[in-house]
T-cell receptor, first 116, second 115 residues
């Protein structure tokens, strides 16, 4: 079975602070994909990034960066110099075949609050 | 751009009423999903559909049913609404390809309150 754990329920920071959102996963698959989604206050989850299990290169996109470490089964998300617009709920998800289908398994989400 | 629309952003119903939540997508995706989102519990899958008239139960199907008569439309039905079904309901599609590569597109959600 697949499992995704986001241990941080809520994180509160002040603007311009760096913040890391943790994601730890469990799977028996050797081939799988990891995802991050952002849910702003408007409610609609938006896809941010996808990573496959064979690519452990870190990825950077502007102020966002992702650190994938297979050895610790983690796929952490860092926001550098956070802004108020980053306030949202962030979900980590895993997709592989051991769940019986390609239905993604989501973590419970981390609510990020960025104060001005 | 993929568009997933849901019929209502906010809905208030009474206990025992039959409730229909509608979801429409415009990208011809085969797979569609209904989730509910509750504080501290994240997203929980209610039902999904991989083709017209095909449906599969998710993790929490009790008290719900679904209908998919056309590819673009996936409806969630609460046969007899109860207060514990007060929640945010999210519809989603999955890009086609049949693998674990595919990402999901979500609608804006319907916040349902059952009184």
């Amino acid at each position: 079975a697949q499992k995704v754990t986001q241990a941080q329920t809520e994180i509160s920071v002040v603007e311009k602070e760096d913040v890391t959102l943790d994601c730890v996963y469990e799977t028996r698959d050797t081939t799988y994909y990891l995802f991050w989604y952002k849910q702003p206050p408007s409610g609609e989850l938006v896809f941010l990034i996808r990573r496959n299990s064979f690519d452990e290169q870190n990825e950077i996109s502007g102020r966002y960066s992702w650190n994938f470490q297979k050895s610790t089964s983690s796929f952490n998300f860092t926001i550098t110099a956070s802004q108020v617009v980053d306030s949202a709920v962030y979900f980590c998800a895993l997709s592989g075949l051991s769940g019986g289908s390609y239905i993604p398994t989501f973590g419970r989400g981390t609510s990020l609050i960025v104060h001005p | 751009d993929v568009k997933v629309t849901q019929s209502s952003r906010y809905l208030v119903k009474r206990t025992g009423e039959k409730v229909f939540l509608e979801c429409v997508q415009d990208m011809d995706h085969e797979n569609m999903f209904w989730y509910r989102q509750d504080p501290g519990l994240g997203l929980r899958l209610i039902y999904f559909s991989y083709d017209v008239k095909m449906k599969e139960k998710g993790d929490i199907p009790e008290g719900y049913s679904v209908s998919r008569e056309k590819k673009e439309r996936f409806s969630l039905i609460l046969e007899s609404a109860s207060t514990n079904q007060t929640s945010m309901y999210l519809c989603a599609t999955l890009t086609d390809g049949g693998g674990s590569y595919n990402e999901q597109f979500f609608g804006p959600g319907t916040r349902l309150t059952v009184l």
